[in-house]
């Protein structure tokens, strides 16, 4: 938590964040940043949600095809070919990997996706934050945003996941 880059007090609270996920703790005298406002209030509760089989879900993520990439051989690497007409040369994305510079193969192989979300409630966030929550945490508020889950050392606050691929709990 502590390793996060952004750190700063805010109403007598520190928060570590990363924009992504953030810890608000008991003041730490060594963070000297102070903010006067937030676009959020982290100390805000509206409910008491446990989270039972949270623990199951990130035990057992969802598992998807293993891919290798491979340097596109027509361009090099570079994803642009260069295109010769009539004494012109003009460099356009390549036709084979479609100026990606690589392919993609499939192994064959199953592997855990360690991008999956888990939706709560009405959002879904990112398994690799989720995954940090304390066993004793609870959400006790949630917006358009942000959930906010609180255990007996801190609080802390997951933005949402722009995705609609996840598992819900």
């Known amino acids: 938590m502590k390793d996060l880059p952004i750190k700063f007090n805010f109403k007598g609270k520190t928060i570590y964040t990363n924009r992504e996920i953030a810890f ?18 982290p100390f805000e509760s509206t409910i008491n949600y446990a989270l039972t089989g949270l623990k199951q879900l990130l035990d057992s993520p969802p598992m998807v095809d293993e891919v290798q990439h491979f340097e596109c ?11 010769k007409y009539n004494g012109f040369t003009k460099q356009m994305n390549c036709p084979v990997c ?12 199953q592997i855990p996706d ?11 966030m990112s398994a690799k ?3 940090m929550l304390p066993e004793d945490a609870v959400m006790v ?3 358009d945003t942000l959930s906010i889950f609180e255990s007996k050392d801190c609080r802390i606050l997951i933005s949402h996941n722009l995705t609609n691929i996840y598992v819900t709990l």
């Open 129 to 131: 934050y989720l995954a």
């Open 73 to 83: 051989e027509e361009c090099g690497g570079r994803g642009e070919v260069d295109w």
């Open 98 to 109: 479609e100026g990606d510079a690589y392919h993609e193969v499939k192994t064959g192989k």
């Open 114 to 124: 360690k991008y999956y979300a888990i939706k709560i409630k009405d959002h879904a």
């Open 24 to 41: 608000v703790t008991e003041l730490d005298p060594e963070v000297t940043e102070k903010r006067k406002s937030l676009p959020f209030d």
């Open 141 to 143: 508020h949630q917006n």
